[in-house]
């Protein structure tokens, strides 16, 4: 089946404390992303990478970093978390050649508080 | 930059009323255009896309018209049911770009009561 996993789907941390979000897909994109959702805010992109070793920052990309050492992960680090990161965050991804149409496909979310 | 404006919220309708969300957005060149729907507890979803103008977008009952001249992609439904019930995305993607790169709008909450 065709999908795009997060982990951990919940998380309860504290300032400070290093975490990191994974995501993998098995469809074989190029494409990823990171995007978090706030109410009144939509979704904000933070990071997006085109390829393996290729990231670049999006909309809201302080207190995060991301990778891509495969094609099919792209972890999301918060080196320092701080409680204005506390969010529901989506990791998405989709084809860059051959056929993509703009359609992005989703995780399920990671719901994340920093106390 | 790129940018999209959907209706304010959130929005409740009875079964079967006629369901309209606005969507205007402002970008260069001719964007692609995307509506997504949220089911409680899950990720996005594409519902519906156009990606020139004129062109309608339809699926499961949803329908929405890419107006150039109005820069508009308001989603529509005739008769709405309980499990319509979802946050609605409308999203842009920039003139030429094949691949996910997004603006989203800030999401309208629909609720539909029986």
């Known amino acids: 089946e065709a999908q795009v996993t997060q982990n951990p789907r919940y998380l309860i941390t504290v300032t400070g404390k290093k975490l990191t979000v994974t995501c993998s897909q098995n469809?074989?994109?190029?494409?990823m992303s990171w995007y978090r959702q706030d109410p009144g805010l939509g979704l904000r992109q933070i990071y997006y990478s085109m390829n393996v070793e290729v990231t670049d920052k999006g909309d809201v990309p302080e207190g995060y970093k991301v990778s891509r050492k495969e094609k099919r992960n792209f972890p999301l680090i918060l080196e320092s978390p701080s409680p204005n990161q506390t969010s529901l965050y989506f990791c998405?991804?989709?084809?860059?050649?051959?056929?993509?149409?703009?359609?992005?496909?989703f995780g399920e979310g990671s719901r994340l508080t920093v106390l | 930059g790129n940018s999209v404006t959907q209706m304010e919220g959130p929005v409740t309708l009875s079964e079967e009323a006629f369901l309209t969300i606005n969507c205007t957005y402002t970008a260069t060149g001719y964007p692609s255009l995307f509506w997504y729907v949220q089911y409680p507890g899950e990720g996005l979803q594409l519902l519906l896309k156009?990606?020139?103008?004129?062109d309608k977008g339809s699926n499961k009952g949803f329908e929405a018209t890419y107006r150039k001249e109005t820069t508009s992609f308001h989603l529509e439904k005739g008769s709405v049911q309980v499990s319509d019930s979802a946050v609605y995305f409308c999203?842009?993607?920039?003139?030429?770009?094949?691949?996910?790169?997004?603006?989203f709008g800030q999401g309208t909450i629909l609720t539909v009561h029986p």
């Open positions: 156009a990606t020139k103008a004129d």
């Open positions: 469809m074989n994109h190029e494409y």
């Open positions: 998405a991804s989709s084809l860059v050649r051959g056929g993509g149409t703009g359609e992005l496909f």
């Open positions: 999203a842009l993607a920039a003139g030429g770009t094949s691949y996910g790169k997004l603006t």
